[in-house]
């Protein structure tokens, strides 16, 4: 273990060297451009995947193209500019930070471990990666990619409680190098693209011969399968036929999308019986957003009355500010009633 331990780095940043992916966030920018990519493409990658980030992000810093304009611009154009990449608490974190940075930290993310983590929506794995990437700390952010590499060359039970504890002991270990943000981002980058989950390339792997995964060939026990709670709603839909708009208001029935606008929603115990008095069923549809599975069941009305804190709204969307992934998908459905 030693003996790859003592290698790993050098190992791990001639890979990187030859082999990283171009990426909008890692082109060569001036030091306070960098540090803002950094810090906004960390916010984005959290619970998504580069190949989906990268054009959000590239119109993202193409609109607000530095910490200032985002810290002056109005959350529905953060939100706009953030529409359909999901997990909408990232985007107002992100905006939070950046207001915090520039009116406690001159615009600059601070260098104390103790004072990023403490920024909004900054956890341990962000704050190790943003100390990395920024400050060029020692730090190695453990992600499911870098998880996945440890487990295998070191032949480490990801499921094991002592898995964290033995994965920091072998970080403490590696020799220092200058070069701690390549570092960070070759383990990161070498999980994703060599080491991956399914099908690894072990057959190009330069640490191949130091691996206890490729040695044994045998995979290490996979990580537990995440099920969804699954979850039924009713979706009530109230629409002006003459003017093809449909009634929006504030979601109290959904946790995570408080802050949206939408149709009334309902929580449902049962959908066996479909005929709701003064309602007509438009079908019946599944949606999956973080870690609910929806069953929803969608109803509509027609009316001229709008009910009490609803508001009226183009079927097209077109007077909307900002409309989540969730609620254009209704409005797709409900078009159809005025074809």
Known sequence: ????????????????????????????TPKSKKEYYVLVSEFMLQQTQVK???PYFKKFVTKIPNLKTLSTSNEKQVLKLWEGLGYYRRVRNLHKTAKILLKQYNAKLPKKFEEIIKLPGVGEYTANSLSALVHNKPCIPIDGNVKRVFSRLFFKDVNSQNFKTEIKKITNKLPKVDRNADLAEALMEFGAVVCKPKNPLCKICNLRNYCKFFKREIYIPKKKKYYFKEKKFNIFCYLNKKNKKIALAKNKNM?????????EVQMVISNNNLKIKGWKYLCNYKNNISNIKMNINLFYKFTKNKPKKFTWYSIDGSNVTFIPSFTKKIFKKVKKLYV
């Open 52 to 54: 989906t980030v990268i």
């Open 1 to 28: 273990m030693h003996g790859l331990i003592s290698l790993l780095p050098k190992k791990i940043l001639y890979w990187y060297d030859n082999n990283k992916r171009i990426l909008p966030w890692r082109i060569n």
């Open 255 to 263: 946790s995570f999308l408080t802050n949206f606008k939408m149709p």
